[in-house]
């Protein structure tokens, strides 16, 4: 069973940046599709980003432009690069496995200043 650990989230100041990793224990497929999702207190989770076979990328709209999704197959991580932070980014954000329908524990990011 694969298990997904964040990291890298924190307390930033509007404007500034965040990268969160997740990192997978146990063998996966270099096109498995890994997801990053937000969840803010009393929602759904919402989507945020993919990155699929070939590095294909997907952003929400309230995302793009701002934040970067990537992976590193040998070291089986995914990360989320997060740059010109706003308020309603803070969020406890979570990495997903479509293939197995694994879930992290979550990492908060907190935009205040």
């Known amino acids: 069973q694969v298990q997904l650990v964040e990291s890298g989230g924190g307390l930033v100041q509007p404007g500034g940046s965040l990268r969160l990793s997740c990192g997978a224990s146990g063998s996966i497929s270099s096109i498995s599709i890994m997801d990053w999702y937000r969840q803010y207190p009393g929602k759904e989770r919402e989507f945020v980003a993919s990155?699929?076979?070939?590095?294909?990328?997907t952003y929400a709209d309230s995302v793009r432009g701002r934040f970067t999704i990537s992976r590193d197959n040998s070291k089986r991580t995914v990360y989320l690069q997060m740059n010109s932070l706003k308020p309603e980014d803070t969020a406890v954000y979570y990495c997903h496995l479509r293939a197995t329908g694994s879930w992290g524990q979550g990492t908060q990011v907190t935009v205040s200043s």
């Open positions: 990155v699929g076979t070939y590095g294909i990328t």
